[in-house]
């Protein structure tokens, strides 16, 4: 059992629920298999602390990730829980940059699917072939590939690419996923993960059908009447932890 570093006791109610969120995202992404051994990241805004967020303690599986070994750090990389762990110098690059220049990014993922890898590494990135594939044509930048994300220089150049979309598909590496809040983020890498499965199902079947710009305006236009209550992903989010809660509640520790 990984360590425990932070209590509920130490902390405001607002950022123990952040982290108690956090914690649950990490263990429905590796729930899902979207984990990659220790490696990859997901943090979000501490609230009411502008310049601070949680992020995974580098060396601990997705799996170990609890609320309270999650790690606090302020957009300058400095440590603000005391936590003994390292963080990724790779996810606290991309993250802080993020966190920090990019106003609807409070809640940031960054993954390594062999899906969403695939599409970052084809030509084409995604393409308007199918259901949810559809909600993301023309709402996602792309970023070519410098390497490990380990450089703060490349920062201003991801921010640039990413524009005023909330999606950047690093390319020949894999995407990078924001939202307002974990839940609109959580259900954005659902919806791009099963877009970027049923991509690579349906190229390795032949000519795939695209569907036109006027229906992809349409669909787009539409989406959001078929949400469920409680805002983007709200709904979704609560019912995986739920599911989580069921295989495994230490995640709450």
């Known amino acids: 059992m990984a360590t425990q570093l932070k209590s509920k006791a130490q902390c405001s109610e607002a950022e123990w629920q952040a982290r108690l969120d956090l914690a649950a995202c990490y263990r429905i992404f590796d729930h899902m298999g979207w984990s990659e051994s220790i490696y990859n990241h997901i943090s979000v805004g501490v609230p009411g602390e502008e310049e601070a967020f949680l992020i995974n303690p580098f060396g601990l599986l997705y799996s170990e990730v609890t609320a309270s070994n999650l790690v606090k750090i302020d957009i300058r990389g400095n440590t603000l829980d005391g936590s003994p762990y390292p963080v990724n110098k790779a996810g606290f690059t991309q993250h802080a940059y993020f966190h920090e220049h990019v106003p609807a990014a409070n809640a940031i993922c960054h993954m390594h699917t062999t899906a969403t890898m695939a599409v970052c590494s084809s030509e084409g990135g995604i393409l308007p072939i199918n259901f949810y594939a559809c909600n993301f044509i023309g709402q996602v930048g792309y970023h070519d590939f410098e390497g490990v994300t380990v ?70 236009r539409d989406i959001s009447q078929a949400q469920a209550p409680g805002g983007p992903g709200y709904a979704d989010f609560e019912a995986w932890k739920r599911k989580i809660d069921r295989i495994d509640n230490s995640w709450r520790d």
């Open 151 to 220: 450089r703060a220089e490349e920062g201003e150049r991801l921010v640039k690419n990413l524009g005023d979309k909330h999606i950047l598909m690093l390319r020949n590496h894999g995407p990078v996923v924001m939202g307002r809040t974990i839940h609109e983020m959580f259900v954005q890498t659902w919806a791009l993960q099963r877009a970027c499965e049923i991509q690579l199902a349906t190229m390795a079947m032949g000519i795939p059908i695209h569907v036109s710009d006027d229906v992809i305006a349409v669909h787009q």
